[in-house]
């Protein structure tokens, strides 16, 4: 069982009024995406990493563990995920702070392969979506960004879970390499190490990356 998790929100969103995105509350229950991501990995260790709006976090939620990336306006998620691995040394997931998600989903996980990639066959993809090269066998060959190079490449949605130590270990040597880049594109998918793509089939799960987004989870409540 992975007892450690990683949420990755030290950036701010110039498309959400210059929000936070973590602190974005959900339109039917009112809880934030923080919260949400507490129920889900409840009984896991949280680290959390803030930027943008960080003291807010903090005094909303004192109980949880933090890595502050002073550099959050010039860096992206890799280095805030590099910054979090220097204190985190054991198997762990790692999600973006922008999801509203199930801790079913979670617990499906859980019980799954020991490397996880969260995928989803997603028709309409923005143009920072990060695609997977995933083989008959299911297993990750590759992330990618830019034109998708196959129909049937999913989508990595920003969740993942990484048990291994050594996959681990080198993903945080890519992510401070390469700190100006996504996370998802920074993920060492290499034949020794077997990362596998796991489906998000019917779950829940709201990534508000735009007020359009946003908008839409509204309509989904209301209908």
């Known amino acids: 069982m992975v007892e450690h998790a990683i949420i990755l929100a030290a950036g701010r969103s110039l498309q959400l009024d210059g929000k936070n995105k973590v602190l974005i509350r959900h339109p039917k229950t009112r809880k934030t995406i923080l919260d949400y991501a507490i129920d889900a990995f409840h009984g ?56 509203f998600f199930s801790p079913q989903l979670i617990n499906e996980m859980d019980l799954g392969e020991e490397n996880l990639v969260l995928t989803h066959q997603r028709h309409n993809r923005m143009l920072t979506s990060i695609h997977c090269d995933v083989n008959r066998q299911g ?25 291994d130590m050594t996959l681990l270990n080198q993903w945080h040597k890519e992510c401070l390499r390469y700190g100006n880049l996504f996370a998802a ?7 020794t190490t077997a990362l596998y793509a796991h489906d998000l089939g019917e779950h829940a799960f709201n990534e508000i990356n735009t007020l359009a987004d946003y908008w839409r989870l509204m309509q989904e409540d209301h209908g």
């Open 139 to 163: 297993l990750v060959a590759e992330t990618y960004l830019g034109p998708i190079r196959a129909a049937e490449h999913p989508e990595a949605m920003g969740l993942f879970k990484v048990s």
């Open 185 to 191: 594109q920074t993920l060492p998918c290499q034949k």
């Open 44 to 99: 896991k260790k949280i680290t959390v990493v803030i930027g943008f709006g960080a003291l807010q976090i903090m005094e909303s939620y004192p109980d949880l563990n933090y890595v502050i990336n002073d550099n959050w306006a010039t860096t992206n998620n890799a280095m805030s995920l590099g910054l979090a691995l220097n204190q985190v040394n054991s198997p762990t997931y790692v999600v973006s702070g922008d999801i």
